[in-house]
């Protein structure tokens, strides 16, 4: 039955566990404290080292917080992330994505950097500054940096957050047995759509959307098992979904794929890292998902497909097949998971959202089409932001 | 015969503009193979996004229907820049700038989609031209929601 402007907007008879305000999705202010109190404080995913695979080889990183980073592999093979600014008058240290650099020279007054961070040369120093200013004063601002499993190389703003294998707090367990030899990075893309970080990653958090993909109906829906797989939830708003087989065999086009060493023909395993962050390791590729809010309703999401480094060309090529076919820019599911999550986002677009309330309320006994995933997320960010994500504005005291 | 190459490019971007893909795939030769590329600047490699020979061509069409795709249409620009024959004048090369345009179904507002190149080899035979391979070279990266429709 329809419903008039008042049953709209009435509460879900739902625990308010199992819904959310929509008003999370849209407004600036929880956008900006979103940015202050979660991403700010947790270990981000920046890049892959085969990304920075030499000594002063450098990656530039736009954190979801709002800064810019750049990576740098020192002359020690160590990976030091910094603030993309030179201390003097806040140009950006490096235009390009990527490069090797043995100095970091600020194009803008000449003033250069080492791979540690150090400032290193200051132009007619002597004239200007005299002796009133020191290098060692203006050094670059250090992020903490951490090498995590299957060589990502993870960045988190705050000096005194806890390491991050903590952080994970096991929650990669179920794929690190595949992460042991060394990977690449072949496919990288960024993706600006308008619509919040958090429904692309509420998209990759639950299972219940197969039914918008033809892919998955036919090559996982029908298959033994499919529905059995239970999502396993860890602390800090993680979680991760089980293997099963998938027969790609049921698409046409879709066989012979070359598989990835220990994971079983068509297998599937599925991690989601708070707050924005997926790793899907399916049958021959890894797929890493890294969301990068913009504005309450626009976010970046960055998209790598990874192989092996030991990869014969002919073995990467078969790799790259695959993970086009699904994953790719003319993929079969990556559209279409696009075009749902956009389609929330022209719903979702401002303070005067259409819907009021999202419900992820699926009780399946944590099996794959439970909406558990959606529900441990948002319990992590209402402990983080203080405030239920079904009541942020302490409007209702719901069930 | 430039004419005849020229068109041929011409009129494989109209029958993808119309989605009349049998009609596209008649253009191709037996071995015909597709390929869209791009290069990443951020991890300093070329990449390809779609490769098929004509079977996988016809089978990604004919997948099409049951996918849920964006239905806005997409309008191809092309431009032929330069036709090179080899010598004996059975097989050119040829580069051709591309636009794509996307109009939304709603109001219909067109924008840029993607810029690149097509770099295509023609060949010649008993004065009938055939496209016989494909490569798609993408300047943008970023598409957005994406397209189940090459270009």
């Excluded at chain 1, 929880?30 to 979660?38: G, L």
């Excluded at chain 1, 991403?39 to 810019?68: M, V």
């Excluded at chain 1, 829906?221 to 979904?241: C, D, I, L």
């Amino acid at each position: 039955m329809p419903r008039n402007a008042a049953e709209w907007t009435e509460r879900p008879r739902f625990p308010r566990t199992h819904y959310v305000d929509a008003r999370i999705y849209t407004d600036e202010n929880i956008f900006r404290e979103e940015q202050e109190k979660i991403f700010a404080r947790t270990w981000i995913l920046a890049c892959h080292e085969s990304e920075l695979a030499k000594a002063y080889d450098y990656r530039t990183f736009r954190h979801p917080s709002g800064q810019n980073l750049v990576l740098v592999r020192g002359d020690d093979d160590r990976v030091r992330a910094f603030y993309n600014i030179c201390p003097h008058r806040g140009n950006t240290l490096v235009n390009a994505p990527a490069g090797s650099a043995r100095t970091l020279t600020c194009v803008f007054h000449a003033w250069t950097f080492d791979c540690r961070g150090d400032c290193t040369g200051i132009s007619r120093r002597k004239e200007g500054f005299q002796d009133r200013l020191e290098s060692a004063r203006v050094g670059l601002r250090a992020v903490r940096t951490e090498r995590g499993a299957g060589g990502f190389y993870w960045v988190n703003l705050s000096d005194d957050s806890v390491p991050l294998q903590d952080s994970l707090a096991g929650s990669l367990g179920v794929i690190e047995p595949y992460l042991s030899e060394p990977l690449e990075v072949f496919h990288y893309q960024k993706v600006r759509i308008r619509a919040n970080y958090k429904l692309w990653h509420d998209t990759n958090s639950e299972f219940y959307h197969d039914f918008v993909h033809y892919f998955n109906r036919i090559t996982g829906m029908q298959q033994p098992g499919y529905f059995g797989r239970k999502y396993e939830t860890f602390p800090n708003g993680h979680a991760s979904v089980g293997s099963m087989r998938v027969r790609y065999d049921q698409y046409e086009g879709g066989a012979d794929r070359i598989g990835w060493p220990g994971l079983e023909a068509g297998g599937w395993f599925l991690v989601d890292l708070f707050p924005g962050m997926t790793f899907n390791l399916r049958t021959s590729v890894l797929r890493i998902d890294t969301a990068i809010p913009i504005a309450p309703n626009e976010v970046v999401v960055e998209l790598r497909g990874l192989g092996l480094r030991k990869d014969t060309p002919e073995q990467r090529a078969l790799r790259v097949r695959d993970h086009n076919a699904i994953w790719g820019p003319f993929g079969r599911n990556l559209h279409e998971d696009f075009l749902a999550v956009t389609g929330q986002g022209v719903s979702l677009r401002d303070d005067r959202t259409d819907a009021r309330w999202l419900l992820h309320g699926r009780e399946e006994a944590s099996t794959i089409h439970d909406e558990v995933g959606m529900r441990h997320f948002y319990a992590e960010w209402s402990r983080r932001m203080g405030r239920p994500a079904s009541d942020p504005f302490a409007e209702g005291d719901g069930e | 015969m430039r004419t005849a190459v020229e068109e041929l490019v011409y009129r494989s971007c109209l029958l993808l503009d119309a989605h009349d893909f049998p009609a596209f795939l008649d253009l191709c030769t037996d071995d015909f193979r597709y390929t869209v590329e791009a290069h990443a600047p951020e991890i300093r490699r070329a990449m390809v996004w779609l490769d098929h020979d004509k079977a996988g061509m016809k089978a990604l069409f004919e997948n099409l229907p049951r996918h849920f795709s964006d239905p806005s249409p997409l309008t191809r620009h092309a431009t032929v820049y330069t036709v090179t024959f080899e010598a004996g004048g059975g097989r050119a090369s040829v580069v051709t700038a591309l636009q794509v345009f996307r109009t939304v179904l709603d109001g219909g507002t067109s924008s840029l989609f993607a810029v690149g190149k097509l770099y295509d080899t023609v060949v010649v035979t008993d004065g009938r031209v055939a496209l016989a391979r494909r490569v798609v070279k993408l300047d943008t990266r970023d598409l957005g929601i994406g397209s189940h429709v090459p270009f």
